[in-house]
């Protein structure tokens, strides 16, 4: 109900609505890289909520003319982020010297990310742009990496070396699990010029940089 309230006011208003969806809305990718017109496939009530709030935001653009634009960023990372996140876990897990090894979920589930700044800059263009009115937007960066070759990196990077393992509290149910996450941005891009600074391994390796000197300063 909250939900229709807004896009009831936004059409009255005729104010914009940016509404934050979800690459989860995807599922497991069934083709690389994945781009706006892959098949939506909800392995959780989480994806399937995003689904549901994409499809009646759209269909308030097409019956109403509502201003509605819908950004889909895939995995965000950076300062600040919660350690329920998995670069953090996997920061904090190196950086506790009380951890002998570190305990992960899917080590070989694959994902792409966007350092936060992308991720912002993303959110102010779409904001702006009238292209992407009535349009489901993915922002990606083009670069999957697996969950253990993270910790391998974050190792690396600190020089400290631990076993890495599953954690099987760690795991989503089986159908659960996303395996593959891999985004197209070249319609994001086309309409709104993003340039985004930390794609590919390099740009991964920056912004991990980044992140790891954050929670190095602030690991209380």
Known sequence: KGFFNILEEIKLS?????????SETYGT???????EDHRKHAQSPY???????DEISLSYHRS?????KII??????????????VIPTIIGQVLNKECSEIALGNLNATRDFN???DTVAAFELIS???NCEGKALNVASNFEISVKEIAVLVMDYLGIQKKINTDSSRLRPKNSEVERLYGSNKLFINLTKWEPKFSGIKGFKEGLKYTIEWFKLNNK
């Open 115 to 117: 350092f936060v700044d």
């Open 29 to 35: 990718a069934q083709y690389i890289p994945i781009d």
């Open 47 to 53: 994806a399937a909520t995003k689904i549901a709030a």
């Open 128 to 130: 702006r742009n009238q």
């Open 64 to 68: 109403f003319g509502t201003k509605v």
């Open 14 to 22: 005729n104010k914009i609505l940016v509404q934050t969806s979800t």
């Open 72 to 85: 889909r960023p895939f995995n965000t990372y950076g300062p600040r982020q919660s350690f329920r996140a």
